[in-house]
C-alpha cells in the first residue's frame, strides 16, 4: 500500500493485475517545482498494452453490467472511504508530481471522494421514466442501460479529480473502462486506481494504461471494442479525439479549452471582486480550464481595481507547494512555461501594457522549477490575442469598458465558452448576465472556479460538445437509454393509427 515517499517504479493495471508494459519502455514523472525530485518512473505504453486493457474491459463488461447497481455502488462507497483516509497522503504525492499548493490537492482530492459518494447514491437513484402510453393497455417505461467499454482520457490540471470525474459515472452504469492519464500527473491516477482495487472492484472492469498521448491514448480511439470515449483537455487534441472517434460512430465526449472572464461593475464590491479577481486568476498558477484569464472592469472603477489588484498579484508567494506559505506553485513543466513566456512576448508586442511579472522566475530558489511570476497585462484591447486565446498560466489580461452591453459582447466574443462570471449589485444585470453570457457555467459574484460535483459541468462553443460531467448529467453520457413497452391488449393496437 505504499505510495511513493521514493521514487519507484510503478505498471500499468490490467485486468487486476499491476503489469509492466509489453514494450518495456518507462517514463519519468518528475516534480515541477524541483525537476531533480524523481517521483517515479511509469510505464510508457504502446498499442500493445492498449488492446490487452480494452480485451479484459470488454471480457469483464457482462458480469459488472449484471451486477445490480447497489452492489456497483457499494464498491465505490468503499472506494470514498479509503480515499476519506488517505487524503493528505494522495494530496501530497500530488503536488510532488503537478505542483499546485496543498490546499490546493487537498481540494483536487476532496473533489474525487465528493465523486465518488455522490455516484455510490446514484446506484440507488438511477432514475428512468414511466408514462402512460396512449394505448389501451399497454404500459411504457424507459431505464438506463450500460453503454460498453468507456476510453477515458484526461489532463494533468485535476490529477484526481477528472480521472473520477469520468471512471465513477462509468462504473455506477455498468460500464467498463480504459483509463489513460496525462503522462505529467500519473501517480494520482495511480493512487485512486489503488483505493477502487482495495475496495474489491473486480478484475478488468477498471484498466490503467499510462503513458504519451499518440502511443498509449491513440490506440483506445481507434480500439473497436471501445464504445463511448471521454475526453478532457486541450481543444486541439479534441478535434484529433473527435475526428478518430467518427468512422466507427463512437458516442464522444469532449471538454476542452477556455478563455473566461470575470465582469466588475462600478457597482461591485471591490475588495470582494479583486479577491475573487486573484484566486480564478493565479490559482492553480492559472492551470484551469475555468481561470480568469481576462477581467473585464468598468471604466468608473478601472484605475482603483488595477491599483490594488497589481499590487495583490506582485505580493503572492511563488514556490514549492508542499511549503505552507506559497500561495502559487510552478507550471507543470517546460512546456507550459514556454508558453506562458511566448505569450508574455506576444502581449508585449500587441502593445498591452506590462504592468507586473512577465519573466521567469530563475533565482536559487526557484531555478530548479518552472515558475514564472504572476503578470498582469492592462488597458487590454479584447481582441488582442492574449484575451482571445487560451495561455493556461499565471497572466491575467485587465480589459476597461464603458456599459453592461460592452461587457456582455467582450464576454461572448471568444470562440471558448466554458465560465464567466460578473461581480455586480444590480439584480437586473446580475439576471441578465446569467440569462446572456454564452458559457456552460455563470457565477454571480464569485470568481469563475469553484464548480460542485452534484451539478453539470461542461461548456458551449470550442469548449465542448454538448455532453456534461458531474451531477446526473454524466449518466446521460455513461448509460443509454433503453425504452420498453408491456402490450397486455391481447390483440394488435397501432400506435398513431388507431
Ligand atoms: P492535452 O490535450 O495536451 O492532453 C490531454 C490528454 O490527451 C492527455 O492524457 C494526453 O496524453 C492525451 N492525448 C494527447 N494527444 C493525444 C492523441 N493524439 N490521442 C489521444 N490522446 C491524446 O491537454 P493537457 O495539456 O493535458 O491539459 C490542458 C488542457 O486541458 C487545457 O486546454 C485545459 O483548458 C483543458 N482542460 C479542460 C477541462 C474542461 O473540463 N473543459 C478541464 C481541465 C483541463
Known sequence: MATAFAPRVYKNFINGEWVESCGGKGMENRNPANRDEL?????????GDVSAAVDAARAAFRGWSLTPAPKRAEI??????????????????????????????????????????????EGRRMFGHTTPSELPNKTASSVRVPAGVAGLITPWNFPMAIPSWKCMPALVCGNTAV?????????STFNLTQALDEAGLPAGVLNV?????????APILKNLQVDLVSFTGSTEIGRIVSEACAPTFKKCHLEMGGKNIIVVMDDANLDLAIDGALWGGFGTTGQRCTAASRVAVQKGVYRHFAEKFIARAKSLKVGDGLDPDTQMGPCINE???STVMKYVQIGIDERAKLATGGH?????AH?????????????????MRICQEEIFGPVVSLIPFDTFDDALSIANNVRYGLSASIYTRNINHALQAQRDLETGIVYV??????????????????????????????LDFYSDWKTLYIDFSDRLQRAQID
Open 76 to 121: 465505490l462507497f468503499r472506494a470514498a472511504e479509503i480515499l476519506v483516509r488517505r487524503k493528505e497522503e494522495f494530496a501530497r504525492d500530488m503536488t510532488r508530481e503537478m505542483g499546485k499548493v496543498l490546499a490546493e490537492t487537498r481540494g483536487d482530492v476532496q473533489e474525487a471522494i465528493d465523486m465518488t459518494y455522490l455516484m455510490a447514491g
Open 179 to 187: 483509463l489513460k492519464p496525462a503522462e505529467d500527473t500519473p501517480l
Open 39 to 47: 517521483v517515479g518512473t511509469f510505464p510508457a505504453s504502446n498499442s
Open 367 to 383: 531555478a530548479k522549477g518552472w515558475f514564472h511570476e504572476p503578470t498582469v497585462f492592462t488597458d487590454c484591447d479584447p481582441q
Open 209 to 217: 494504461v499510462f503513458g504519451d498521448g499518440p502511443d498509449a491514448g
Open 360 to 364: 521567469r522566475l530563475e533565482d536559487a
Open 335 to 337: 512546456q507550459q512555461l
Open 445 to 474: 459574484n464569485a470568481p469563475t472556479i469553484g464548480a460542485e460535483v452534484h451539478l453539470p459541468f461542461g461548456g458551449t462553443k470550442n469548449t465542448g460538445n454538448g455532453h456534461r460531467e458531474s451531477g446526473t448529467a454524466a
